[in-house]
């Protein structure tokens, strides 16, 4: 197959993960005013299940049919990184609307649950060889303890959330089709998993940084359109939900794809000098997003200084993948050569 041909194909694959993710932000959103769930619980949990199925599908693809275990923690890590990164440059964009925004107190635990869950990978990372259990490593199934923790932490009933649009759509005919589009973009997401395996060799490019880079921005990209979505329609709780609830979800995906890989003897807990960027420059994004918020839920919140604090919070993600992609490219230590 002519090169060329692949970065076409590529192209096309995150252009349908593009619509059915712009898909996803509507139905969820009718779903969300149409029915008594709080926004927080569908987009921490039903949404962000949903937009992290690429990165399901692609880690188990990698560990299972490509053969390349390396792409599991560049693609997790890389992709809870743009995940906050989205989130923030999201907020940005809409700074105005962002203004009167609030958020579910709820997240706060969901952040420390995702930091725990950051220790918990750093371990597998570091002291994974020594913690192997058969074909596993015993810091995964930690992993599912915390998610369930989490899972538990959030609100149940409906709240007081953005603006509420009305819409003729029924609430079982948005189900219907976010199930459809839920299943087109895990045919999407296998494919997508085998273009990237074929543009890291055209590249020349590791394991992890193509994982991180491909599969992390091309597997974010459905919490970033739903999430643009729910914003320009007001719902800045249930689109922080998604952010925040897809890299919580995402730590999981480690328990599945390292649990789930027997037969394989594969270790989904690679280190290398990206992974430990990946590790450090999320784990401080994750403090910058919980500043974002606890700023946001202030009872002074409203005031000009209060939100240029809280943008700020939201302008140091998409600075540090910057950064990330800097080093991992050598464009930092060219330029201080």
């Known amino acids: 197959m002519p090169d060329f041909v692949v970065y076409i194909l590529y192209a096309l694959t995150v252009g349908v993960v593009v619509f059915l993710s712009m898909k996803l932000g509507k139905y969820v959103d009718i779903i969300d005013e149409k029915s008594n769930i709080s926004g927080a619980f569908i987009g921490a949990v039903m949404l962000a299940a949903v937009t992290s199925l690429p990165e399901l599908f ?42 009167f925004a609030k958020f579910s107190n709820s997240y706060y635990a969901s952040l420390f649950v995702g930091m ?16 192997r259990i058969g074909w596993f490593t015993a810091v995964s199934p930690l992993i599912l303890v915390l998610y369930v923790l989490f899972l538990k932490r959030l609100p149940k009933s409906a709240e007081s959330e953005g603006e509420k649009k009305e819409e003729n759509m029924t609430l079982r005919t948005a189900v219907i089709r976010f199930i459809i589009c ?29 994982g991180a880079l491909f599969l992390g921005i ?19 709780n249930a689109s922080a939900g998604n952010f ?35 590790l450090i420059f999320g784990e401080i994004a994750m403090i910058a997003t919980f500043l974002m918020l606890y700023q946001k839920n202030g009872k002074k ?3 000009i200084g209060t939100l240029i604090g809280a943008q700020v919070c939201n302008a140091v993600p998409p600075i540090l993948y910057i950064l990330f992609l800097l080093i ?9 050569m």
Do not use: H
């Open 116 to 131: 725990g869950m950051y220790a918990l990978a750093a371990v597998g990372l570091f002291l994974g060889q020594y913690l």
């Open 58 to 99: 692609t880690s188990l693809s990698a560990v299972w049919i490509v053969g390349e275990s390396s792409f599991v923690i560049g693609n997790i890590l890389g992709s809870n990184l743009i995940n906050l990164a989205f989130m923030g440059a999201v907020m940005l964009a809409f700074t105005k609307k962002f203004k």
């Open 182 to 210: 839920a299943v087109l973009l895990i045919g999407t997401s296998i494919a997508m998993t085998y273009l990237t395996d074929i543009v890291a060799e055209l590249l020349q490019l590791g394991k992890t940084f193509a």
């Open 328 to 336: 991992s490219t050598g464009a930092v230590a060219g330029f201080l």
């Open 301 to 303: 919140s409203d005031r």
């Open 244 to 278: 925040i609830g897809s890299n919580v979800f995402n730590f999981t995906i480690l328990f599945i794809a390292d649990v789930f890989s027997f037969g394989n003897a594969a270790n989904v807990y690679i280190l290398n000098p990206e992974s430990v960027y990946l």
């Open 218 to 236: 091309a597997t974010s990209l459905p919490e970033l359109i739903s999430s643009i979505t729910l914003c320009s329609r007001g719902n800045f």
